[in-house]
């Protein structure tokens, strides 16, 4: 039997190559974003209570209703607005699963998607296994900022969906009010929806506000936002996340959802609920992770790499063009044999492999790892 591939272009992803060759080399993995620490112990004491409690049969499909009502609260209190926990919010395995499914929901064969690029890799896999054509935007060389006139002469009569990132994966950049605005007046009087990847919504830095798209009236009518507690309580192995949307969108989202894994596992869903109702547990999130950026990037100051300090997610990127021409995948790959450090090469993050000479970090790590992977890096020069 031969089969013919729905994504002939596709391969592993580079978070699996590059968490693999850290542990096949003993390299510290900064690559693949996930935190290198447990969660908050007062929560991993509510799954085993709720695991025990018997709560261990499939939960509604949608998601049980303690965690979606805790989840209206928290965006009540974040965003000023109070979704209707029974028509507007779904609990989904993971954001994964919520992009997915927003995708599938309003994509046809045929219809377009805007992608901004460096992009996360499941948007495009996702838009073209259901037939969709992605269209891809670069992010401004300089900043990783939006080039608004390129997204407008992107737009066709094709186009069907516009999948957007803040903060984002893998620059940091963190959308400011010029940005919404610019997007409602490019989706105001056409009939474009938005997929908002908002998982790094509570790690922004330098007093920066994560502007959700579910702030603003007007574009939370055409919006399903996607977010994830993995990031948030430092739990990405559960894979529990939502989509929140308006009812007529949900509606048609939750007949996608339930072909997909019909609901998410359930005592992590009670803990969560029990968990989120206290603000203090998100609200803390990005200071924590702004000292770390901190020790991050002093180390990073006494390389001789160029950055500019993320100002958001857990993630960091340098520059070292100016230092070698080596390919990015090459040097990460060098960089995890020869110093034991992995990170993640940028070219992955464009579709067509654009090499800009820039590698990804992730800083979620402990402060004596994080020390440990600086003092390696310092020997950078060797292997340039
Ligand atoms: N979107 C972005 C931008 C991400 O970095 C990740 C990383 N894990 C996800 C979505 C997926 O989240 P989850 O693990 O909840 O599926
Ligand atoms: N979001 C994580 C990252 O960007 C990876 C998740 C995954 O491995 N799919 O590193």
Redo the contacts with the bound molecule.
């Keep these: 039997m031969n089969i013919r591939s729905k994504l002939p272009n596709t391969g592993t992803?580079i978070?699996?190559i590059m968490s693999q060759m850290a542990k096949d080399e003993g390299a510290i993995n900064l690559s693949?974003?996930f935190p290198g620490f447990d969660a908050d112990p007062q929560l991993l004491d509510l799954v085993s209570k709720y695991l025990k409690k018997g709560v261990n049969q499939y939960a509604p499909m949608s998601g049980i209703e303690q965690l979606r009502v805790s989840l209206a609260e928290k965006t009540a209190h974040c965003y000023g607005y109070l979704p209707d926990f029974q028509h507007e919010i779904t609990i989904t395995s993971g954001a994964t699963e919520a992009l997915y499914a927003a995708i599938s929901t309003v994509l046809r064969s045929g219809d377009e998607a805007l992608i901004l690029e460096p992009a996360?890799d499941s948007y495009e896999a996702a838009v073209i296994l259901n037939g969709g054509i992605p269209i891809h935007i670069p992010l401004k060389e300089k900043d990783f900022s939006v080039d608004w006139d390129r997204v407008r002469s992107s737009v066709s009569f094709k186009t069907k969906l516009m999948i957007i990132n803040s903060p984002h994966?893998p620059t940091g950049y963190v959308w400011t009010a010029e940005d919404l605005k610019q997007l409602a007046e490019l989706i105001r009087e056409r009939n474009i929806f938005i997929v908002s990847d908002e998982v790094y919504e509570h790690i922004t830095f330098d007093g920066r506000q994560h502007l959700s798209l579910l702030s603003t009236e007007e574009l939370r009518q055409k919006t399903f936002v996607c977010g994830s507690f993995g990031k948030t309580f430092h739990v990405t192995g559960w894979k529990v996340g939502y989509c929140i949307a308006p009812e007529a969108l949900s509606k048609e989202f939750r007949k996608v959802h339930q072909f997909i894994t019909f609901s998410t596992v359930t005592p992590i869903q009670y803990a969560l609920a029990e968990y989120l109702a206290n603000p203090i547990h998100y609200e803390s999130l990005a200071s924590f992770y702004e000292s770390k950026r901190n020790l991050f990037l002093e180390g990073i100051k006494q390389t001789d790499l160029k950055f500019s300090a993320t100002q958001g997610s857990f993630f960091q990127t340098v520059s070292y063009g100016h230092l070698s021409e080596i390919g990015d995948q090459k040097l990460a790959e060098r960089m995890c044999k020869k110093l034991k450090v992995a990170c993640?090469p940028v070219s992955s993050f464009y579709h067509d492999g654009r090499d800009n000479q820039i590698l990804r970090f992730?800083f979620a790590k402990q402060e004596a790892e994080l020390e440990e992977a600086l003092n390696r890096l310092h020997r950078l020069g060797e292997i340039l």
């Design positions: 992803t978070f699996t693949q974003g996360y994966n993640i992730c």
